[in-house]
Nanobody, 125 residues
Framework: QVQLVESGGGSVQAGGSLRLSCAASGGIFSRYAMGWFRQASGKAREFVAAVTWSGGGIDYADSVKGRFGISRDNAKNTVYLQMNSLKFEDTAVYYC??????????????????WGQGTQVTVSS
């Protein structure tokens, strides 16, 4: 069984930065592709970023390209989302997820097998 726990959310002014962490336990972390999704109040959940199990393949939603960075440390069973130049529109609950995918990323929720509980990010303008 795989459990994912997000942390690092909070409130920040527009233009500021936050780094989210997702710690995994159970399973073998390095065998999973990892992704970040977010859901704003009253909106559908959307893809943010993903990274392959080796870290060699990365994918970003157009809305965050150039501002966000995803990375993973398999030795620490942790995936990160560095968020810079934050905008009000980035306000959402952020979720990490794990997918049993070999050598590729996915933008599709249905490909992910495990999900964290989410962490709130609030950006004030």
């Amino acid at each position: 069984q795989v459990q994912l726990v997000e942390s690092g959310g909070g409130s920040v002014q527009a233009g500021g930065s936050l780094r989210l962490s997702c710690a995994a336990s159970g399973g073998i972390f390095s065998r999973y592709a990892m992704g970040w999704f977010r859901q704003a109040s009253g909106k559908a959940r959307e893809f943010v970023a993903a990274v392959t199990w080796s870290g060699g393949g990365i994918d970003y939603a157009d809305s965050v390209k150039g501002r966000f960075g995803i990375s993973r440390d398999n030795a620490k069973n942790t995936v990160y989302l560095q968020m810079n130049s934050l905008k009000f529109e980035d306000t959402a609950v952020y979720y990490c997820a794990a997918a049993w995918q070999y050598g590729r990323t996915s933008r599709h929720e249905s490909d992910y097998n495990y999900w964290g509980q989410g962490t709130q990010v609030t950006v004030s303008s």
